[in-house]
C-alpha cells in the first residue's frame, strides 16, 4: 500500500425527503447564487423543493449551466457574484452545475486577471468560496470530492482543477430525485460511476487489499442494481444504492494507498470536446481499447476483477482477464450504451492522430499508471476505438 | 436504505515514516499536553520520533493512562489541562489514550460540575479542546470517529461518550508501529475491529447493497491478513491492511444507512468492568452467544455473511448462518482468542444476574438492533457464554 493523506469534510445528507433539510445547513446572513442546469428543476419539483426551504434566506438565480459546464456562461454568473457580494453558492444539479459551481467558488476568491488560468496552470484551489450542493442526477461524485472539469467551447478544451478548498459544505442527496431523469442520463450516470472506479482500480496491484474490496464492492453494487434502475426509478433500495454507489466512487477513498490510471478519462475528454458525446460514453468508447492495448501490464489486475466481480471461475489468468474485458463491453451495451466511436459519428477518421497532437501540444508525454502512454500510444488506442 | 447524516473530517495521514509529518499538524502557538500510556512508546522509538516531529513546541507530557481509560487518572490530566492553559491535545498510543484525550476534550470545555456527568448522562460534546493522534495500535478505530469509552473502576462502570466535536484534527498512522506490538495485543485489535464490523453489519436485512459489501471487505481483509500479521509484524503489506481495516471498522461509515446492533459490546463491557478482561476478548466470548440467541432475527444476514466472507456453498439458509458462526467461533480460537467466559474467570456463576440487574438499575431495557434485548434476555445470552 502507497503512502497517503485524506480528509473529506463534506457533510452528506442522505435519504427520502432530505432536501428540506437544506434550510438547517446555509449559513447566517448568506448572500447566496442559486445555480442550476438546463431547468429541468423547475418541471420536476426540485426547485420548488429547494426554494421552500431556504425560506427568507437572499437568493439571486443563475440558470442555464450546461452539460459540460461551459466557461463563457460561468464567466457570467462569477460577474453576478462579484457585483452582487455573493458570499455562498449552492448548486442545484449533477455533475456540470456542481463543477461549475466549483470553479466560480475558486474564481471568486482568484486574485489572478484571468480565471481559466486556473485551470491551464493547474493552480490548486487552497481556499474557495463557501458551497453546498442539491444532486439531481448520481453519476459524477462531484458532490463529495474537490475536483471539476472545466469546459471552453472557444478552444474546444476540458480541463481539470481541484484543490483541498473546493469540498462542498455539505451536499444532500435524495435518491427519489432519480425518477425524473431520462432513462439514456441514467445510463450515463451508471457507466460513468462504474469507470471511476475502474481507473482507480485497473492498475498492476499493489497490495492494498481493502482499497481493491471497496472498488470491487462499489462495481458490484453499480452491477446489481442497474437493471433495477433503468427498468423502474421509483424503485427506492436500487435508486438509494445507486446513488451513493457514484459518491462513493469518487469521494477519494478508494484512490488513497493505490496507483490510478485515469487515461480513459483524459482520452474521453477529446472526444466529449470533439464531438460533444456524452461523457459516461466517452468511457465506454475508450476503456475497452485502453485495457486490451496495454493487457500485459494490466491482466493481473483484470483477472481479478474478473474472478471477483464477474464471478469468472473458469480459465487461467490471460483468458479471465480477456473475458473480464468482454463482460465489461456487455456492461455498457446492456445498458443501451454504444463502445464504438464509429457509433457516434461518422467522423471519426483523424481523430486518432487530433488526440495525440493536442497531448503533444499540452505537453503531455505520458499518460496511464505508470505516466507512460505517449501520444503515439494513445493515437493507437483511440484508433482501436474506432 | 435508512436515510442518514454523514461527516467526518478527521484528516489521515497514512504509511511509513509519516511520524515526521506530525510536524505539519501542530496549530501555531500550540501549548500541548502529550497524552500516553504505560510508557512502552519510550521503548520502541515512536516517543523519540514524536519529541523529535514537535521540534521547539512547547509540550507538557501526562503519561500512565491505563486501558480502559480511567477517570480518576483523567482527572489528574484535566486539572493540568487548566492550570496550565493547554490549547492542544497530542493523544500517542491506542485506543484507550485516544479515548481518554477525547474525555479531556470534551471535560475541558465542559461547563457542568462534574465531568463525569458528560459520561453518566450522555452529554452530546459539540465542542471539545482540539487534538490529534498518533496512533500506536490498531484496534478500536477511535482514531477517525467521534466516540470515546470511558471507565470509573470506583463504581466499575463503563460508560460511553461522543459527538461531533470529537473528531481528531488529524491521525498519523504508520503500519510499522505494529512491530512492536505484543502478540496478544495484536490479536486483540484483530479480534476487535472484525467485532466492530459484526456489530454494525449482522442485523436484518435492509437493502443497504453497499454498505454490506464494504462491511464485508473489511472482514475479508481482516481474515486475509490476520495469519500473516500475527506470523511476522514486519510484513508491511499485511500490516497497512490490517492498520486501514481497523481504521475503516468503525470510522462511521459502514453504518451509515444501515440498522446496527452492538449488545455484544454493552455485554462485553460488563466483562471488562467486572473481570479487567481484555476488551477484545470480552468480545469473543459475548459474540457467538448473542447470534445463536437471536438466531431467527439474524439468520438472512448470518447466512449472506456464511456465503461472501468465509465461501460456504453448501446448505440451506439456517445450515450456513449456523456454520457462520461458528466459523466465526474459530476464527477468533485461530487468534489465540478464547470464547467462553469460563476460561477466563473461575468466578463466572451470578455473572448473568449481575450483568442483567446493572442493566435494569441503569434502565437499559432494551439493548440491539431492534433495541428488544431486556435484561432478562441478557441474562440468558450472558449464560450461553459460561
Redesign the interface.
Known sequence: ????????????????D?IKKLENEIPENAKILLLYGGGSIKKNGIYNQVKAALGTATVIEFGGIPANPEYAVLLEALEIIKTENINFLLAVGGGSVIDGTKFLSAAALYEGLTPWDILADNIRTEKGLPFGTVLTLPATGSEMNSGAVITRAETKEKLSMGGPGLFPEFSILD?QVITSIPERQLANGLADAFTHVLEQYMTYPS?????D??A???M??II??APKVLKDPTD??AA??FM??CT?ALNGLIQ??VPTDWAVHAIGHELTALFGIDHARTLAVIAPSHYKYNFEAKKDKLAQYGERVWNITEGNTDDIAYLAIEKTVAFFHALGINTKLSDYTKDFEGTAETISQRFTDRGWLGLGEHQSLSPDKVEKIVKMAY
Do not use: D
Not at 207 to 211: I, P, S, Y
Open positions: 500500500m502507497n503512502n497517503f493523506e485524506f480528509k473529506n469534510p463534506t457533510k452528506i445528507i442522505f435519504g427520502k432530505s435518491p497490495g492494498a487489499l481493502l482499497q474490496r471497496f470491487e464492492s462499489i458490484q453494487t446489481e442494481v427506492y433500495q438509494s444504492n451513493w454507489s462513493m488513497k494507498g
